[in-house]
């Protein structure tokens, strides 16, 4: 909401063929510049993390410097280039959450960058992470956590411009007025009242809220509210005056106004730390017991194998396969017996979400964080991919991570294909590597 306010009140934030566009639950579309995301995308995986598994960053630049990033890092220089030299006015910027995991970054290309962090209450962002992206709660809750983290590190510089969207259901005007001044827009009488069309919505209850925290407790967020309870307090004067606003902040770091958890929630609580610590050693065991032998198939249709290596951005498998859920997904493969020298061809069978009259969807290939292959499909039809890996991106001491990536995800319910609304970009069939001669 608060990117479509801001681009109606004449900031920049690219042309709109290359905004991500709308799906079925955003009607509005997300205002993302999709050059910037696909960018953030490969430099998380590039250190090793994804937008759903952020990666170690440390306060400093010199994790980005030019010689660590190479390509990589010139590639971010064209984009902020590109973005400025295509605005009609002297003010730019993007949305992607994922600039916040990057900050040190776009502050050394940027100086002078301000960061508008906009704030909801962590529960509410698990909530819609488990509708869009099928995370669980627990999992949102901590993906929420160490993002606004990464910005609270930024609070003290000036940079930080702090939005909460309480404050825009209360009193929008007021709350546009002070980040347009934070920000540099002078927006006219047109532009506000076209951002004020943008605000909708209502305010949630007092007993929502307190069912929210309770369920926060629940699930192990007493560190997420503390860390909102800093945020909070940083959103201005509008958002003070709200309800949310009011409430006292804990100084234990319970969520404000939230009674501490009695012994049913210190139990659940318990036990869902125990579900988590469940589920890592499982995936432990499983990547130790699953060594990938060249030249085996991996079949992603249900019942097949594929769920021993597959990992993060996909659904769970179906008879024709296994849909990838959103943009990008992964699979590792820990090689076994793998000769010195050795490279290797990748073929994939794979189906595009794609609807009659769509363009083409591209689909990228990345082996340990190198591109290896481009591909454009067409038809809404099986597919082969085929990539050559070589030798010197293959090793046996670490597991072979494959990136399918495309340039969009579409919900087949908003095309009309069925009622399914989940975001989907290709279908993976199988997968399989032989070795290769490389003369």
Partial sequence: MVARVLSDAGLWLGPRERLMPAQADNADGFYENLDLVRLADDILDHLGGAWDCPPPIAADADQFSAELLGPLGERAERCLAALADGAPGPLSGWKDPRATLLLPLWHRLAPGLRVVACLREPLAVASSLRRRNHVSLRHGVALWKAYNAALLRWAETGSLVVTHYDAWLAQPQAELRRVAEALGLR???????????AVRGTAQSAAQVQQGCDALWALGGGEAMGTYDHLRALAGPVYAATPSGQRP?????AAPGCAAPGARDAQMLALQR????LGDELA???AAAAPYRV???IDARKGGNAPLYLRKGWARPEEAGTWMLGTRAELHLPLHALAEGSALELQARVRPMLAPGQPPLTVTLHANGQLTGTWQLAEARSATLASTLAAPLLTAEHPLRIALGVDRACAPSAVGLSRDQRPLGLLLGSLVLRAVKQG
């Fill in 284 to 286: 432990r065991l499983r």
């Fill in 187 to 197: 927006p006219d009488e047109g532009r506000t009242e076209a951002a004020m069309q």
């Fill in 274 to 277: 125990r579900v988590g610590e």
């Fill in 249 to 253: 902040a804990d100084p234990a770091g």
């Fill in 295 to 297: 030249g085996t198939p």
